[in-house]
């Protein structure tokens, strides 16, 4: 049961206009604003699905780098030598719930984050086994987030630049009588 709040529906197109910009997009907001929910629903039945493919992935502390580059190679077609994409026509819409789940390293760095920023800033990343470079092409990201603290770690600037920020706030009162009023 899905209960559309003017938040929701507010943040649902906010969502759509940027993603269709072809620009990153993170949710922040504490746990219980409807970030996944909102995310899921318009990637998963408002986008139009003859141009976008929606890809999942939740991360926990302990996700690792590898784990992350294997998921999205996995998934990546061969476009032509050293290119990878989604299938031809398509664009993925690759949405990371718990973006800040990731345990840091001794000295501070995230692995999975890590590897994120780096197609962000060079457009792919080196394949293990062969030692060469993959450029990802037709990729945006959508993640979620939660405030630091409570097993979230912070998140480097040199990641969160690249992304197009929406507050979750707190529901409001109405609400959460219209959520309540709904279910019972």
């Known amino acids: ?19 269709t910009q072809l620009k990153h997009v993170l949710c922040v907001g504490p746990t219980g604003t409807g970030k996944t929910l909102c995310v899921k629903q318009k990637l998963m039945s408002g ?3 003859s141009t976008y493919t929606p890809l999942f992935l939740t991360f926990s502390a302990q996700t ?6 294997d998921i999205l190679d996995g998934k990546m077609d061969k476009r032509r030598k050293g290119v990878y994409g989604p299938p031809a026509g398509k664009r993925y819409q690759i949405f990371v719930d718990d973006m800040n789940m990731p345990l840091r390293e001794v000295y501070f760095a995230q692995p999975p984050i890590e590897i994120l920023r780096q ?5 792919g990343w080196y394949d ?12 945006m990201f959508v993640g ?7 097993g979230r770690q912070p998140v480097t600037n040199r990641f969160l630049r690249h992304f197009n920020h ?4 707190e529901l409001s ?5 219209l959520i309540i009023g709904k279910i019972f």
């Open 1 to 19: 049961l899905v209960v559309q709040t003017p938040e929701t529906v507010s943040y649902s197109f906010i969502i759509e206009h940027i993603t």
């Open 47 to 49: 986008m139009d699905a």
């Open 64 to 69: 690792s780098a590898n784990q992350t580059q």
């Open 119 to 123: 197609w962000m800033d060079h457009g």
């Open 128 to 139: 293990r086994k062969m030692y060469t470079k993959s450029n990802i092409i037709d990729v």
């Open 144 to 150: 979620a987030m939660g405030p630091p603290g409570g």
């Open 166 to 169: 929406i507050a979750f706030p």
């Open 173 to 177: 009162d109405a609400s959460m009588k």
